[in-house]
T-cell receptor, first 113, second 114 residues
Framework: GNSVTQMEGPVTLSEEAFLTINCTYT??????LFWYVQYPGEGLQLLLK?????DKGSNKGFEATYRKETTSFHLEKGSVQVSDSAVYFC????????????FGPGTRLSVLP | GAGVSQTPSNKVTEKGKYVELRCDPI?????LYWYRQSLGQGPEFLIY????????DSGLPNDRFFAVRPEGSVSTLKIQRTERGDSAVYLC????????????FGPGTRLTVT
């Protein structure tokens, strides 16, 4: 079945450091890929998305590129802020029947001032 | 506009009791999803509605879990004979009927079974 693997956390960085959170997936067909973020005490929010190979999703300084050849969708940000501290979830939406989402286990990011 | 809302925000119940969790999706969204999120885990798919019908209920763990969406809007997740292992945050999400089908999540209901 479909699955998503993320790098284990927690990840602790200093403010203005470069961030990479790795995400790889296994899926049949051509899934859409997403990054969701969950800030402390809040619900899941869509951060960015990509719907086909080589698409780059971007939002709030975060970027991720859909790499079909490596089945990856790594999240990057050039300079993190304390306010980026949250849990980040990589997810895919299968184009198979059901349209359901599969989420990774999440990666907790802590950014220190 | 109003987002996805879920009630109650917290529910504590005794083992063996019946509970209902409610989800109000974003107006006009035809797709509605239920997930369960345990501590330190990602959301786990339970069931997906397209309109009034359950298009995919393959994630429901057993027959104690049931969900309805009778008018194609509000949905209720029902859990019978609750067990301590049912304790989790239950998330609801909705999405429009046009691609790329990103989901909008509610704040969740934290269920604790004692």
């Amino acid at each position: 079945g479909n699955s998503v693997t993320q790098m284990e956390g927690p990840v602790t960085l200093s403010e203005e450091a470069f961030l990479t959170i790795n995400c790889t997936y296994t899926a049949t067909g051509y899934p859409s890929l997403f990054w969701y973020v969950q800030y402390p005490g809040e619900g899941l929010q869509l951060l960015l998305k990509a719907t086909k190979a080589d698409d780059k999703g971007s939002n709030k300084g975060f970027e991720a590129t859909y790499r079909k050849e490596t089945t990856s969708f790594h999240l990057e940000k050039g300079s993190v802020q304390v306010s980026d501290s949250a849990v980040y979830f990589c997810a895919l939406r299968s184009d198979n029947y059901g349209q359901n989402f599969v989420f990774g286990p999440g990666t907790r990011l802590s950014v220190l001032p | 506009g109003a987002g996805v809302s879920q009630t109650p925000s917290n529910k504590v119940t005794e083992k063996g009791k019946y509970v209902e969790l409610r989800c109000d999706p974003i107006s006009g969204h035809t797709a509605l999803y239920w997930y369960r999120q345990s501590l330190g885990q990602g959301p786990e798919f339970l069931i997906y509605f397209q309109g009034t019908g359950a298009a995919d209920d393959s994630g429901l763990p057993n027959d104690r879990f049931f969900a309805v969406r009778p008018e194609g809007s509000v949905s209720t997740l029902k859990i019978q004979r609750t067990e301590r292992g049912d304790s989790a945050v239950y998330l609801c999400a909705s999405s429009p009927d046009r691609g790329p089908y990103e989901q909008y999540f509610g704040p969740g209901t934290r269920l604790t079974v004692t």
